[in-house]
């Protein structure tokens, strides 16, 4: 069952215009703590654009269920020929309850970046 679903579109350079006002806070506030250990990443626009963009949409699709930040999600893109995976660590173990799979889709175009995520409802037995 589909819990959610959610898309956001960023414009780059937006966020390259907040990054070089806020070169260290703006990265702080959104990467998960995995995300931000990636520092020769953290001045690329397009990376923090493209979490950006998958944290809001993955927002979208979990709210109301779940009112997580954007840090209790890490985002891992293509990597060894893996799919995009998005992965949430909720802050309370009991936030998890009744999220299932989720599922993320990222597209670039110029200065634009995409992102839509659906998230799946836990399997429960009865």
Partial sequence: ?????????????????????????????ILSPHEAIQSHLLADSTFIAVRWAVKEAAY???????????KEFTYHGLNNGRKPMLV???????????????????????????ASVLVQAAHTTQ
């Fill in 88 to 114: 949430y660590h909720p802050l309370r173990a009991d936030d998890s309850t009744n999220i299932g799979k989720i599922h993320v889709s990222v597209s670039h175009d110029g200065e634009y970046v995409f």
């Fill in 60 to 70: 979208k699709a979990i709210y109301p269920h779940k009112t997580p930040t954007w």
């Fill in 1 to 29: 069952m589909v819990l959610g679903i959610g898309v956001d579109v960023v414009h780059i350079p937006r966020i390259a215009a907040l990054l070089k006002r806020y070169p260290k806070r703006l990265p702080s506030r």
